[in-house]
Each structure stands twice: as C-alpha cells, then as structure tokens.
C-alpha cells in the first residue's frame, strides 16, 4: 500500500481514491486446504483455527477500512472438498471430501457473521458475497 500511497500528491487524494475503489477479496483455500493439513492440524482444531483466521481477516478488513477502502466484494472459501486435486489423492467415498468440506463450511459460517458484524459496525455495505456452495 505504501507504493501505491506514494503516487498520490495528498494523503488525502489516496483516500478518497481507495473510497472509490471495489475491493475483491478472495481468501483462505490455501489457509483452510493445505497448510491446514500439513502445519495447523496438529495445533489446533478446525473451530480454533478458523477462529484465529477470521480475526486475522478482520484485521485486514478494518486496515484497509481505516485508509479508506468502503466497498468490498468478499467471496467465500471455494469448495475445496470437491476440487479434483483432493477428490484424487485423499481417502474418501461419496461425490466429494467430506472432512475437507466440513472444514471449509465453519470458516464460511463465520465469515458470514464477520461480514454482518463489520457492515452494522462500520456502516459498509458489502457489495456482494459469493457463496460458491450450498449443497
């Protein structure tokens, strides 16, 4: 951000410039995928780490609000428990990875309690969430 800061003549012209500005957020597979397997599951359990991931995100959400960022696009985790990659190297039965799925669907419950806090809390409204699943 400090790059793209320094381009503008005024503090203020970078702000109004990020209020204008739609924010797509796609976040967490490789979170709640991989580096869930290979580093967190060990430490800690699904519920925790989404937790802890969910703050993190919030985080970032209120900096980038904090600058002047006022409209986002936030897209859920994407189905990873039905991607082809873990349909082919994990041990499952039925149409797609359960363990993985579930996973998957306690961070998005959350993200969506997240994103209903911060709009009532900080008065943006989302202009769109992708849910890439509700099956």
């Not at 796609?26 to 991931?53: P, V």
């Not at 998005?108 to 806090?117: E, F, M, R, S, V």
Request: aromatic share 14%; net charge neutral.
């Amino acid at each position: 951000m400090e790059d793209l800061k320094s381009t503008f003549d005024s503090p203020e012209g970078f702000t109004q410039y990020l209020s204008k500005s739609l924010f797509f957020i796609h976040h967490a597979d490789n979170d709640l995928g991989l580096t869930f397997e290979a580093e967190m599951e060990k430490r800690y359990s699904i519920d925790k780490y989404a937790e802890l991931l969910i703050e993190e995100f919030s985080k970032q959400l209120k900096i980038l609000y904090t600058l002047g960022a006022r409209k986002f696009f936030v897209s859920n985790v994407s189905p990873l428990g039905c991607s082809p990659f873990n349909i082919n190297t994990k041990n499952h039965s039925g149409p797609c990875v359960e363990e993985i799925k579930n996973r998957v669907s306690v961070y998005n419950d959350l993200l969506l309690g997240l994103l209903a806090k911060l709009q009532s809390t900080l008065h943006v409204k989302p202009r769109s969430y992708v849910r890439y699943f509700g099956f």
